[in-house]
């Protein structure tokens, strides 16, 4: 009995949690421009081809990515977005 | 019921239904000229035909109801079907104001409408319309971390070269600012 009023709990407390982190999602998913969807949905078709050496590559990068400064993320992402806007300027 | 049947004697077998049309008086003239002699014969049957008269007319007895009752019977009866039969066609409500001359008038105010969008919005019919919305993978949506992954992955494919061009900025700054440094000093 007892092990099942821990168990309630325990699920109790981590569904709302995971039903926030959805909700979330989705709302970010709405506020995203129609541009930046495209980029997303492209992105999911061609991680969903990949080998899962370069999948596992990516988990790596996406880490190593977020354990970075915020200043150098932004700064990443800024040339990032420079070079892609003279790719197609060019 | 049964304590009233029990009071009914048994009469012979061969004239008991005979017996019961007698009582009603619904056989014929020469069955009941046969069945009133064998009456007058018969003191079984002759107990059994009075406790027909004795119990039928009870058991028959039907409750008198007050005219005013099959007055509103009546009318309580149309008024329930009517009721069932609007339960039953619920949407008719739904169209009787959209009948007569709101059909064409609807008609009319929805084309202008789009006639309107159409030239306004220059032929380009996505802005005047909303879009449905896409359908989106479950895999994408699960969490804002995913989302936020799947909408960064270009980037982590050339996270490597972005940090090598950061780095190089980085020490061309530093040379040009140590430079700079310098010639003040010597000047």
Known sequence: MKTRIALALVFGLFLPLLAERAIGADDRWRNLSPREKDRVQRNYQRWKSLPPRDKEHLREEWNRYQRLPKDQQDRLRQRYNDQRRDRRED | ?187
């Open chain 2, 1 to 187: 019921m049964t304590n009233r049947m029990q009071g009914l004697e048994s009469a012979c077998k061969e004239y008991e239904e005979d017996l019961v049309l007698h009582y009603y008086g619904e056989n014929s003239e020469d069955d009941r000229r046969r069945i009133a002699q064998h009456l007058s014969a018969c003191e079984r049957c002759r107990v059994f035909v009075d406790d027909l008269r004795r119990v039928l007319p009870q058991m028959a007895k039907a409750e008198e109801m007050p005219q005013s009752f099959w007055d509103s019977y009546y009318r309580e009866t149309v008024a329930k079907l009517a009721e069932q039969e609007e339960r039953k066609y619920w949407w008719r409500s739904w169209l009787t104001p959209v009948r007569g001359w709101m059909v064409p008038a609807f008609g009319t105010l929805a084309g202008t409408v789009l006639v309107v969008g159409l030239l306004f919005g220059k032929g380009n019919l996505g802005s005047f319309v909303e879009r449905p919305s896409r359908n989106i993978p479950q895999e994408i949506t699960a969490d804002s971390n995913q989302l936020e992954f799947f909408s960064t992955m270009d980037l982590l494919e050339s996270l490597d070269k972005l940090e090598q061009q950061d780095g190089t900025q980085s020490e061309l700054q530093k040379t040009h600012s140590s430079r700079v440094t310098l010639y003040k000093g010597i000047a």
